[in-house]
């Protein structure tokens, strides 16, 4: 089974080297009729690439060792859940899954209004790009990270996963962020195609749809790698700037600005090469990430182990980055049309555009500065959440207050309704003054919830105000910006104002955790078959009244040396009660971490709307010429 799956990705391979070749000399003899052979072999690379991926599945659910990639995620107690989840766990599966998705979203491209709108030429020039960065991951797939190595002898059990990886969040965090990043690939391939054949504009409304799922699935992965992170690995936060969630991030950043640049550039006919930089960067900073996850160069926790695949991606890097900044200089854009005035919409939409590139390249420079500072120091110099947080949470902040106003302007100068924008104002004033009045009062946090509530004030306002948002395109763009000042606002408390307690109790004590008692009612051991575990039962009390029982675990894994923390929440609108087990104490009591985290739920609240209203966005009308 291996050698056959082999040899599909090595037909998908040499299909994408000559369908480029092909695709390319038909551009040099301007031989239209050779676009569709170009066409038709992407059938038959993606039903190579599928073929492989379904030995892949096949292999996990059957728990075939002989698969050197199934023996180091599976064992024979594993749940089926996550056998399906160990195809994206490794580094050789998680790029299989990603070659899998791009190759499968090129296929259903052709077929789409949107494909079809663009010219011959554009076309080829778009099926040259996505050619060449498919056979490179395809190069890559057959020969530095094959995901089809054998394990021999076959044993007869499996390593097992990872316990941290044994949680709901494994079942769609990355599956999410690989398709997101794979999507992406439709839409960067489009800008250079765009910008080589002279349709600087018609490729945003080919792939708009694209552009709005791609961004979609990566915002979703983000979000669920954040819950995943709070629930899972016991720390009490849902974002630690990792490296590895910088990755991730950084396309975000870049992917959102296009998405606001491409507003302009439709209405207005204006920043076409801006557009094409900002969604070419977009797909390299995605495949930035997967070099971040797979050479070494930084130290993460999400990190796989350096595989020998650093040196050929940051030469794809660097090749993408040159002839992307080349096509967009060189590209004929025709008569560009000048901006309005800042203070107006247009304007508004250009600042929040490089308000996030500034975000990008301030997370990918703090990312890499253990790597740069080596240019003049002997030992690597790495920047903590702080640094981050004094630069970064400022410029969220700015973001909600720019949301804030933005609808209430005019296109081009001038306010078009007062009403809103002095209900904004008022409503920004007014919280701020109530969250003072309440004691939050620092002032980063003070301005970015009451900028909070202004954004969502808007986008209600909005909503119901403006003629436009009549239309479910508007309605959906408003309620994006809804869940961002919902997310926002839980942002602003539960980071400042968290409250965390450590304390050694033994069973029958209690103690106070920023205002709620905790009592430690019993502690009890449990053995199953693949582990042991530590329970302890802990009563939650406001005052006289009993709030809920809640039961962390500490868990041993046969076969790991180190304990893992199950933690256990008492959900909350306001203030949510985050209890770990640390251990046992050698008088039987325990050790406990115990986290107040005001608002956290909002972020997940807001996380919902951010990521399902972009699909009121999309574009379903049959035979429309925009995805």
Request: aromatic share 12%.
């Amino acid at each position: 089974m291996q050698m056959t799956a082999y040899i599909f990705m090595l037909f998908a391979l040499l299909g994408s080297l000559f369908l480029g070749g092909w695709t390319g000399g038909a551009i040099l003899t301007g031989k239209d009729e050779r676009l569709v052979f170009s066409e038709r072999g992407q059938l038959f690379v993606t039903l190579f690439v599928l073929l492989a991926s379904g030995v892949m599945l096949v292999a996990l659910v059957t728990r075939n060792y002989g698969f050197l990639s199934v023996f180091n995620h599976v064992d024979n107690g594993l749940e089926l859940a996550y056998v399906i989840t160990a195809f994206w766990a490794g580094s050789e599966g998680s790029l299989l899954f990603w070659e899998f998705a791009m190759a499968l979203c090129a296929a259903i491209f052709m077929f789409t209004p949107g494909y079809k709108s663009l010219s011959e030429r554009t076309r080829a020039y778009f099926w040259v790009c996505f050619f060449v960065v498919n056979g490179f991951f395809l190069l890559m797939l057959t020969c530095w990270v094959n995901p089809f190595h054998i394990a021999s002898p076959t044993p007869r059990n499996g390593h097992g996963m990872n316990p941290l990886l044994r949680n709901p969040g494994m079942i769609f965090h990355p599956p999410l962020l690989l398709l997101g990043y794979a999507m992406y690939a439709i839409p960067g391939c489009a800008a250079l195609a765009g910008a080589l054949s002279g349709e600087t504009r018609k490729w945003m409304e080919a792939t708009r749809n694209w552009s709005v799922l791609s961004w979609t699935m990566l915002s979703a992965g983000i979000i669920l790698g954040c819950w995943w992170s709070y629930m899972e690995l016991g720390w009490g936060g849902y974002w630690a700037w990792d490296p590895v969630e910088n990755a991730s991030l950084i396309p975000w950043c870049t992917g959102t600005a296009f998405l606001h640049t491409a507003i302009v550039g439709r209405r207005r006919n204006a920043l076409a090469r801006t557009n094409i930089v900002l969604m070419a960067v977009t797909f390299i900073m995605c495949v930035f990430g997967t070099y971040l996850v797979r050479s070494g160069v930084v130290e993460s926790l999400h990190a796989f182990d350096a595989g020998g695949v650093a040196t050929p991606l940051l030469l794809f890097i660097l090749f993408l980055t040159i002839v992307s900044f080349a096509a967009a200089f060189f590209a004929k854009t025709g008569e560009q049309r000048r901006l309005g005035e800042l203070a107006s919409r247009e304007g508004l939409l250009v600042i929040v555009a490089w308000t996030l590139i500034a975000l990008g390249l301030v997370v990918l420079l703090g990312t890499m500065w253990p790597v740069i500072s080596k240019l003049w120091s002997a030992k690597s110099v790495g920047l903590d959440a702080r640094f981050y947080n004094r630069v970064c949470l400022p410029l969220f902040a700015l973001l909600v207050l720019i949301f804030s106003a933005c609808p209430w302007l005019g296109w081009k100068r001038g306010v078009r309704d007062k009403r809103g924008l002095v209900a904004a104002g008022a409503i920004f004033l007014i919280a701020g003054a109530v969250f003072f009045a309440l004691g939050y009062r620092l002032p980063l946090a003070l301005v970015g919830a009451a900028g909070s509530v202004s954004c969502i004030t808007t986008a209600l306002l909005a909503m119901g105000l403006l003629p436009e948002a009549r239309n479910r395109h508007a309605v959906g763009t408003y309620a994006i910006h809804l869940g961002l000042g919902v997310m926002a606002l839980g942002v602003a408390f539960s980071g400042p104002y968290q409250l965390s307690v450590e304390r050694d109790a033994a069973v029958g004590q209690s103690f106070d955790a920023g205002g709620y008692t905790v009592t430690v009612k019993n502690v009890r051991e449990a053995d199953g078959p693949d582990m042991q575990r530590l329970i302890a039962t802990l009563e939650i009390k406001k005052g006289d009244r009993v709030l809920g029982v809640v039961a962390p675990e500490r868990r041993m894994y046969r076969g790991y040396e180190q304990a893992f923390a199950e933690v256990e929440v008492l959900p909350s609108l306001g203030n949510e009660i985050f209890t770990v087990l640390l251990g046992q104490n050698d008088d039987g009591g325990v050790t406990l971490k115990v986290n107040v985290n005001p608002l956290v739920n909002w972020i997940w609240i807001g996380g919902v709307i951010f990521c399902l209203a972009p699909f009121l966005i999309l574009r379903y009308r049959r035979g429309a010429t925009a995805e």
